[in-house]
């Protein structure tokens, strides 16, 4: 479906991703640390053993600065530094194994950064055999890490597949060399082929790309060639991602020219470009732009009804709590979230107290929580039901956005819920908007700019 150019038009704007209800900008940047043990502690206690919990590492070290990255990293090229990361780090997960009552049950696992493929394979093997010697493996566990193409070597792939890793994520982000060296990201996609080929040699059940529309300097020539060759490689899944443009928050992002940025217009036939092309190449679009091969665990989760999302992305994993560790990582404990400081000085400082580093972070109420599921519904299955109770709060807050949705095709919905269209399907983040309570009471302020726009 070709979505028309006016309603793009007219969507896009700044719009949070919404990876967690209430957003970022909501969260308190002092928070109880004892409340937030109490909380972990309860949670931990009530789905550990029936459903295991969500593991997320942050590595931050990369040893050059890709200039579009809004990541938290730290650009080095002295690997001395991962021995002493990884003893934090250690230290933090015995922080939290104090707090546990059993053993945690490991149901997923991702690595991300920062580039993970930075850390030897000899220390990463280090790192999860540390972790793993003191947890237990549930036995449909998903172990997941992003790899640079240029860095991740059979070493790497055979250590991670060894330790249960199943699925491994490339950031490819564009093949066009002038759009790489713009970006400080060269990486031939001889590259690419070579870390690809070689993950499914040794067993990888699923690769993953992420790809980057809105870079500056891509033409539609030049976007049409680096997807094409990607789903040469037949991805199991892909990640079509809009380029945020937050310079406010990622000083990267000044070190190029934002007039090599394409334009509005250039930017949504991009975006239209890479949806036609993957769904015309057996790629079905599971939302928030990602799309996934029929094969994969991503589609059958989101045909049948058990899609969930997380900080990690997508996932079909439904875990109570989603711990992560590092320096800057966010946890999840369904009702609160806790986010580590986001410097290592800081995060090592913290940790070498024997404290926990979380600093910024939020305790939901009943009414976030409530509202949280309306939006993961909407994000994971395209539809929710309402809940008697919320009825007022959703006539007053969220029938307006939704009746200026439904004009334009995007939902359907009644006092019993809400569905979305076809259309809708491509203006999710536009869609749950409208259950931001925060937002659409103007709690979000507005004094800079917080958010990415949609398109």
Same mark, same amino acid.
């Given at each position: 479906?070709?979505?028309?150019?006016?309603?793009?038009?007219? *969507?896009?704007?700044?719009?949070?991703? *919404?990876?967690?209800?209430?957003?970022?900008?909501?969260?308190?940047?002092?928070?109880?640390?004892?409340?937030?043990?109490?909380?972990?502690?309860?949670?931990?206690?009530?789905?550990?053993?029936?459903?295991?919990?969500?593991?997320?590492?942050?590595?931050?070290?990369?040893?050059?600065?890709?200039?579009? %990255?809004? %990541?938290?990293?730290?650009?080095?090229?002295?690997?001395?530094?991962?021995?002493?990361?990884?003893?934090?780090?250690?230290?933090?997960?015995?922080?939290?194994?104090?707090?546990?009552?059993?053993? $945690?049950?490991?149901?997923?696992?991702?690595?991300?950064?920062?580039?993970?493929?930075?850390?030897?394979?000899?220390?990463?093997?280090?790192?999860?055999?540390?972790?793993?010697?003191?947890? &237990?493996?549930?036995?449909?566990?998903?172990?997941?890490?992003?790899?640079?193409?240029?860095?991740?070597?059979?070493?790497?792939?055979?250590?991670?597949?060894?330790?249960?890793?199943?699925?491994?994520?490339?950031?490819?982000?564009?093949?066009?060399?002038?759009?790489?060296?713009?970006?400080?990201?060269?990486?031939?996609?001889?590259?690419?082929?070579?870390?690809?080929?070689?993950?499914?040699?040794?067993?990888?059940?699923?690769?993953?790309?992420?790809?980057?529309?809105?870079?500056?300097?891509?033409?539609?020539? @030049?976007?049409?060639?680096?997807?094409?060759?990607?789903?040469?490689?037949?991805?199991?899944?892909?990640?079509?991602?809009?380029?945020?443009?937050?310079?406010?928050?990622?000083?990267?992002?000044?070190?190029?020219?934002?007039?090599?940025?394409?334009?509005?217009?250039?930017?949504?036939?991009?975006?239209?470009?890479?949806?036609?092309?993957?769904?015309?190449?057996?790629?079905?679009?599971?939302?928030?732009?990602?799309?996934?091969?029929?094969?994969?665990?991503?589609?059958?989760?989101?045909?049948?009804?058990?899609?969930?999302?997380?900080?990690?992305?997508?996932?079909?994993?439904?875990?109570? &709590?989603?711990?992560?560790?590092?320096?800057?990582?966010?946890?999840?404990?369904?009702?609160?979230?806790?986010?580590?400081?986001?410097?290592?000085?800081?995060?090592?400082?913290?940790?070498?107290?024997?404290?926990?580093?979380?600093?910024?972070?939020?305790?939901?109420?009943?009414? =976030?929580?409530?509202?949280?599921?309306?939006?993961?519904?909407?994000?994971?299955?395209?539809?929710?039901?309402?809940?008697?109770?919320?009825?007022?709060?959703?006539?007053? !807050?969220?029938?307006?956005?939704?009746?200026?949705?439904?004009?334009?095709?995007?939902?359907?919905?009644? =006092?019993?819920?809400? @569905?979305?269209?076809?259309?809708?399907?491509? !203006?999710?983040?536009?869609?749950?908007?409208?259950?931001?309570?925060?937002?659409?009471?103007?709690?979000?302020?507005?004094?800079? $700019?917080?958010?990415?726009?949609?398109?």
């Amino acid at each position: 479906m070709q979505v028309p150019f006016d309603l793009l038009n007219k *969507y896009n704007v700044p719009v949070p991703r *919404y990876t967690s209800y209430p957003t970022v900008p909501v969260w308190k940047e002092d928070i109880d640390v004892q409340q937030w043990k109490h909380i972990f502690q309860k949670q931990f206690n009530q789905c550990n053993e029936a459903d295991g919990i969500s593991l997320y590492l942050h590595l931050p070290f990369c040893e050059s600065l890709c200039t579009y %990255c809004g %990541c938290n990293k730290k650009i080095t090229n002295n690997h001395s530094v991962e021995e002493e990361y990884m003893q934090v780090l250690l230290k933090e997960w015995n922080l939290y194994l104090q707090l546990m009552d059993t053993k $945690p049950v490991l149901r997923e696992l991702h690595i991300g950064g920062g580039t993970p493929t930075f850390f030897s394979p000899k220390n990463l093997e280090k790192l999860l055999s540390a972790i793993f010697e003191t947890a &237990i493996i549930h036995p449909q566990h998903e172990f997941s890490f992003e790899g640079h193409p240029n860095n991740t070597t059979k070493e790497h792939l055979q250590t991670f597949y060894d330790l249960g890793f199943r699925r491994v994520s490339y950031g490819v982000q564009d093949n066009d060399p002038e759009v790489q060296r713009i970006i400080n990201r060269i990486q031939p996609f001889e590259n690419i082929q070579r870390a690809t080929a070689d993950a499914r040699a040794i067993g990888y059940q699923s690769v993953n790309f992420d790809l980057i529309y809105g870079l500056p300097k891509q033409t539609l020539e @030049t976007m049409k060639k680096t997807i094409m060759q990607s789903i040469s490689l037949q991805p199991d899944r892909v990640a079509f991602y809009s380029y945020a443009h937050v310079p406010w928050t990622s000083r990267g992002q000044r070190l190029f020219d934002e007039n090599d940025l394409p334009s509005t217009e250039l930017k949504m036939k991009l975006y239209q470009l890479g949806k036609t092309l993957f769904t015309e190449n057996d790629y079905s679009d599971i939302g928030m732009d990602h799309f996934a091969l029929q094969t994969d665990d991503l589609f059958k989760a989101r045909e049948e009804g058990w899609l969930h999302r997380n900080f990690m992305g997508y996932t079909t994993q439904h875990t109570g &709590i989603l711990l992560g560790l590092g320096v800057s990582s966010i946890s999840d404990a369904g009702i609160a979230f806790a986010q580590n400081h986001k410097t290592i000085h800081d995060y090592y400082a913290a940790i070498n107290k024997g404290e926990l580093s979380v600093t910024k972070g939020y305790f939901l109420n009943e009414e =976030d929580a409530a509202f949280r599921k309306y939006i993961l519904d909407i994000s994971c299955l395209g539809k929710t039901k309402f809940l008697q109770q919320h009825l007022s709060l959703i006539h007053r !807050f969220s029938f307006p956005e939704l009746e200026k949705l439904k004009e334009d095709g995007f939902v359907e919905f009644d =006092d019993e819920g809400l @569905t979305v269209t076809k259309l809708g399907l491509n !203006f999710i983040r536009n869609i749950c908007k409208a259950f931001d309570l925060h937002l659409l009471r103007n709690e979000v302020k507005n004094e800079k $700019p917080q958010f990415s726009k949609a398109i």
